[in-house]
């Protein structure tokens, strides 16, 4: 690093109301970010014409050189939406409302739209402007709340874009300690000697955090409901020492490194196994990406960067493409089908691989600075690894060891399928509706529509359909999985069933029946194993970032017998882990968010 940097002087560089571009730089550079040699930009389209103005602002930030964003993506963990959507939005992708007919963020009889063009990963939080302020250069930008409607984030654009940088890059780039039994009197010592850097409290995920200055380091205090109450960032590891001990504490052994430090050669930043895989080799020999070449075309407008081919039994040959834009194709030439897009992130699809294991086939693909994602083709089921940079090219063989690199090294990992795919033999278990209600995968696949109506429509017809009264049908048996992923928000991509409380009620209703053991013959037995084998994955679920997925496995809980759920800082994820336990006092908390009575009510008291 090079000199100390005071961010209790932050305030100060904050107040030029100038666009923070030069500042965001800056601060980028101060935590060691720099763009990747290999960097493939997000991909971004020209905006069509809207029916409202762009703000100047945003169209300097996609186009700054040194946006962090646009060349690393990985370090955000949040999706762009440009041109901006209004919300409430016509299509009915987006899930937050506008502002309320009482709102004092805009004048009375102004435009109540916000435009939206950001978005947490899994649209839990949303950022936007106000519609009336979308003429202005540089305009205010709002943030969803799920309790508070929207609410003020930053006073323009830039500001946002340097705030979110803030919240992103330090914990990627610095040393890090997070609060022990000593963080109330941390945080009393930081609030009287430390000086916040200027911004308005960041509320994302349940979270309200202050950021606070000191020499070359960042207190966030976070008076929410995240994680950690208290966390420190540090350029060195030297700063978090003496800032320590000047609040009297010494941490030396709590202090967490980089995630950016590499683990493997130069730029390999390969991060360390997480169970799931285990590093076997590692090497400074670059592993180059290579084009593939195509005897016949490929449906598909965006160029080829990537293909592989594999036999799936029963089925036929397996074609998968990737392209220049990011997306992941999936094609069975024999079926007659079209391709699908199977998968799209920013930048490019770098690496396909497959092979036939000892579980089965496997599909496994990279993107440049964004992850890989592996699938048991038989299941369906997948898993993303977050294995840090560098990682254009991979290879898999039939004993699970995947090999991954780029032009600064390569790295051998041992893949656990059981880890990987937790959920695996679960899936494997739901055999076909045909037999049943051949209708039912069309319904389950209209939940997720964009448009509200469509999916309100089709939870009525399913439950008409699945409904345990007094008997539960086979099929009700064969959705549960698919109305607890759905219900839970799991692989259910950015956009959540906009019914989904009431789909898992369902779920809930269908698991009381199972314990029941209400299934007729020879249904009796599938239902017993489901039970059996479902809880396995609930701990999975309990870990999850997304607050409704943890909601969902809470009150899962509860209705399979399985151990007690852990309290949540999310006041809706510790209301449904508190009905869990048996006590039928949180149902009114539930039902002000949305649940129906009726479902929670099946769930066993006094556990």
């Known amino acids: 690093m090079d000199s100390m940097i005071d961010y209790g002087d932050f305030a100060s560089r904050l107040a030029d109301t100038a666009p923070r571009w030069e500042l965001l730089r800056q601060f980028q550079e101060e935590w060691g970010y720099e763009v990747p040699a290999d ?19 945003l169209d300097q930030w996609w186009a700054l050189p040194y946006n962090s964003f646009v060349h690393s993506p990985r370090l955000y963990w949040t999706n ?19 502002l309320p007919a009482d709102t004092t963020l805009v004048p009375p009889g ?34 969803s709340d799920s309790e508070d409607g929207w609410l003020l984030q930053a006073d323009s654009i830039s500001e946002f874009f340097l705030q979110l940088t803030v919240h992103r890059l330090p914990a990627h780039y610095g040393w890090t300690v997070h609060g022990d039994d000593d963080t109330d009197r941390i945080v009393a010592w930081t609030k009287s000697e430390l000086t916040p850097l200027g911004f308005r409290p960041w509320r994302e995920l ?44 010494d941490w030396a052994e709590r202090i967490e ?6 683990e493997g050669p130069r730029g390999l930043g390969l991060r360390a196994g997480d169970g799931r895989w285990e590093l076997v080799s590692v090497s400074a020999e670059p592993l180059p990406f290579e084009r593939p070449e195509l005897e016949a075309p490929i449906p598909h407008t965006s160029p080829l960067t990537a293909l592989t081919r594999i036999d799936v039994p029963d089925e036929g040959p397996l074609v998968a493409t990737g392209h220049e834009d990011g997306s992941l194709h999936l094609w069975m030439p024999e079926s007659g089908d079209a391709p699908v897009e199977a998968d799209r992130r920013g930048p490019a699809l770098t690496g396909l691989t497959s092979a036939h294991t000892a579980n089965g086939p496997v599909l496994a693909a990279s993107w440049c600075d964004a992850g890989v994602s592996l699938w048991d083709i038989n299941s369906a089921e997948r898993a993303d690894l977050d294995l840090g940079p560098g990682i254009v090219s991979v290879h898999l063989s039939a004993d699970l060891r995947l090999l991954v690199g780029g032009p600064d090294g390569r790295a051998v990992l041992q893949l656990d399928p059981d880890a990987l795919w937790p959920a695996r033999e679960l899936m494997l278990s739901v055999v076909s509706f045909e037999e049943t209600e051949p209708e039912v995968p069309r319904l389950l696949a209209e939940l997720l529509s964009h448009e509200t109506e469509v999916a309100e429509q089709a939870f009525e017809t399913l439950n008409q359909l699945l409904t345990p009264a007094p008997d539960l049908p086979p099929a009700a048996i064969l959705s549960f999985i698919y109305l607890t992923q759905i219900g839970a928000a799991i692989g259910v991509g950015a956009h959540p069933c906009p019914v989904r409380r009431r789909v898992l009620g369902l779920a809930l209703r269908i698991a009381a029946a199972m314990r029941a053991e209400a299934a007729p013959d020879p249904w009796l037995t599938p239902s017993r194993k489901l039970l059996a084998s479902f809880p396995q994955v609930l701990p999975d679920m309990l870990q999850a970032p997304n607050p409704t997925t943890r909601t969902a496995a809470s009150l899962l809980m509860g ?8 309290s949540d800082p999310h006041p809706e ?24 009575r009726a479902d929670l009510e099946t769930l066993p008291r006094d556990r």
Not at 113 to 121: D, Q
């Open 257 to 262: 490194p980089p995630c950016a430090v590499t």
């Open 573 to 596: 994820a510790a209301a449904a882990a508190t009905l869990a336990r048996g006590d039928a006092t949180a149902i009114d908390v539930l039902v002000a968010a949305g649940w129906d």
């Open 39 to 57: 960097a493939e930009a997000w991909h971004h389209e020209p905006a069509p014409s809207p029916d409202l103005p762009i703000p100047a602002a």
């Open 80 to 98: 762009p939406e440009y041109p901006p959507t209004p919300r409430p939005d016509p299509t009915g992708y987006g899930t937050s409302v506008g």
């Open 206 to 249: 349940a979270q309200e955090i202050t950021v606070y200055g000191a020499p070359d380091a960042l207190v966030f205090h976070d008076e929410g409901y995240g994680d950690f109450e208290l966390t420190v960032h540090a350029r060195t590891a030297e700063a978090l020492v003496r800032l320590g001990e000047r609040m009297g504490v």
């Open 559 to 566: 209705a399979l017998g399985a151990h007690p759920a852990p």
């Open 110 to 143: 102004a435009d109540r739209r916000v435009c939206v063009f950001k978005a947490e990963y899994e649209y839990c939080n949303e950022w936007g402007y106000p519609a009336a302020d979308a003429g202005l250069p540089d305009p205010r930008v709002l943030v």
